[in-house]
């Protein structure tokens, strides 16, 4: 009876230890897998830009964008009382949101032609840095290379032509 308990410890000892082996044998292969993220980062081909250092405020092209929507937001105004001195109030309301949506898709035109500048600028810079993707820095935790001071090199010297 004694050398049966003695088999059963046995057995389980030997259990656990074969079980214990495979745990780290599966966890020194998934971290062989993983590779040193370290060493990772720099030979990617994930380019990040943090686009409020790319593109500043004082950016030649927005601030031409921004003259622009301010005039034609002046001379709108300056349209609509010329034009609403003897309307009724609807009559004034409806123009108003005529007027409204005219100068809100002259801003989404201009936005748009500084947007095409900016990804236009980027994808130069990731095809000389031989990038496959180019994420905003703010979603981007860890990792990629940054790209940033190239693309306001060349947002520059695009708006200086």
Sequence with gaps: MMSEL???KNVKVFSAV???????????????????????????????VDMSKAVPPDNKDIQAAQQQMQQLSAAMQKQFEQQSANMTDAQKQELFQK????????????????????????????????????????????????????VAKKLSSQSAQ
């Design 6 to 8: 003695g088999n059963k």
């Design 18 to 48: 074969i079980a214990l082996v495979f745990v780290l044998s599966i966890a020194g292969l998934a971290l062989m897998q993983m590779g040193n993220p370290v060493e990772a980062a720099p030979s990617s081909n994930v380019g990040v």
């Design 99 to 150: 007027m409204q949506g005219e100068l809100a898709q002259k801003n989404q035109e201009l936005v748009k032609n500084v947007q095409g500048k900016v990804e236009s600028a980027i994808g130069d810079v990731a095809k000389t840095k031989g990038l496959s993707v180019v994420l905003d820095k703010r979603a981007v935790l860890y990792g990629g290379t940054d790209i940033t001071d190239q």
